[in-house]
């Protein structure tokens, strides 16, 4: 039977979880939007695709399950639940692992719905993307470790590091955890490297999270691939793709002095504002920290991924600092207990403490709402609609633009409009390989498809700069849909 600690830890853990799915799932997504990205990840899973480096290969394969096994809802909103599920899991296990380094329960639980409707937290948790698999990952294998501290024995730290390597196939930027890991276990039993059961065991498990990417492999390698953004075939192939050669001259593009003057504020400041409250917190409860090497684990932690966000030129740099609020949190947290600890032992004192704590989840609810409900995002499906409508059936359609092209491959691959309405689509073509093919003289390999575009195919397009291109090459256009998308045919119409 669970002892009476371990059931309210399992009781703190299922509300905050139960309470943040309820949030998520009213502020999903509800189709395709928001991004290029997400809309990537709605239909690449499902259909088996490869995407950018790094490959996130656990991602796509449990989404591909979790887009066959769920029976309701379209393909894009099932693919966002899945990260409703992932950062309600992740919100939930955050509040057991407070339980488990001796916080109370309504500090706990609100420090963990306080983690769930952050702005940057709660962003991740209505869209389909990586960051709140990982953040359920991550807030695991916390708990992992911290239970194996506190309840003895290998059994949490062998599960803890398995976590850890399915990890590695979500987001190579778990890799930025293994140095605070290494410092926690090694202070606690110095001699532990010595082991062969556990070197044996962490050598297997990294192999494992490796072997992921194999799945990159066996996609690229099979002709009946649709999506093929990132073609891997050969283990040269792979380490490009699991390292993100693609985006070695962002990483570390900056030099010192403007990381330390200028990137490094900019993050932070960006941390405080999102945070507020918490942030104080955080820096009380680093002082409280109970666990011998939790502090350590979790300063080197984020000073790692602090570090590597301020160092990499990427426009999308804030989901790099989730990790980064999830330590943040779970030190408020702790901080927030030790406060709690303090009032008087009266009863209405205790309420009014509780009450107290509540009211932060609150507070991040009210204010963050707005920023992070996507329950209305509707525009971007609306648009890609009215094109698809307007390029009718047996066409290609022309795109400039990365987002649209995204959202239509979505409804072509994902739903299915290619082998319903003979649907392609093509965001890479010159003018002269688009008049070649409306002359049937060639037929363009749709980017990121294996299968060549059938000939004799309507060409379309939304591009008002590619249709004076063709104008040039000798093709004229005529309006299509109210002038939305224009249709391509080649030759002088008089």
Known sequence: ??????????????????????????????????????????????ILGTVHPTGCPTYLMLSHVLGRALPWGRLAWRINLLSAICAAVAGGFAGGLLMSLG????????????????????????????????AALMMTALWLLAGWR?????????????????SLGNHMTTVLIAPGVAVYVLRHEPRLWRSRRVVAWSVLCLAAGLGQYGYCIWRSRDPTTRFLETTTTSLGDLWRCITGARYHAQMFAWPVQTILGQRLPDLLGQILRDLTILVPLAIYGLMRVR???????????????????????????????????????????????????????????????????????????????????????????????????????????????????????????GEGLQEKRSLYVQDFAGAEQI??????????????????????????TTNDGLVESLRSCGSWAYPLAGGLVQGIRSGNPC
């Open 291 to 413: 666990l011998r090497g939790w502090r350590t684990l979790m300063t080197v932690y984020a000073g790692c991924q602090l570090a590597f966000a301020a160092g990499y030129a990427n426009s999308d740099i804030a989901v790099y600092l989730l990790p980064v609020h999830l330590v943040v949190v779970l030190l408020a947290g702790i901080g927030l207990g030790d406060l709690s600890a303090r009032i008087p032992e009266r009863a209405q004192f205790h309420r009014l403490a509780a009450a107290a704590c509540l009211a932060l989840p609150v507070y991040f609810f009210l204010h963050d709402r707005e920023i992070a409900d996507r329950s209305g995002d509707i525009a971007d499906a609306r648009h890609t609609e009215s094109i698809l409508a307007a390029a009718g059936e047996d066409a290609v359609i022309l795109t400039a633009d990365y987002r649209e092209a995204c959202f239509l491959r979505y409804y072509v691959l």
């Open 150 to 166: 506190t309840a003895g024995g290998y059994r949490d730290l062998y599960a803890a590091l398995l976590v850890l390597a399915v």
């Open 103 to 134: 916080v109370a329960p309504a500090p706990a639980t609100a420090s963990a719905l306080a983690l769930g409707v952050s702005p940057l937290f709660w962003s991740q948790a209505v869209v389909a993307e990586v960051y709140a698999l990982h």
């Open 435 to 460: 008049v070649a093919y409306l002359r049937g003289e060639a037929a363009p390999v749709t980017k990121g498809q294996s299968s060549r575009v059938p000939a004799g195919l309507a060409v379309v």
């Open 1 to 46: 039977m669970l002892g009476h600690g371990q059931a309210r830890s399992g009781l703190v853990v299922l509300v905050v979880a139960g309470v943040l799915l309820t949030v998520y799932v009213a502020t999903l997504l509800p189709g395709v939007g928001y991004s290029g990205d997400t809309a990537k990840f709605q239909f690449a899973g499902p």
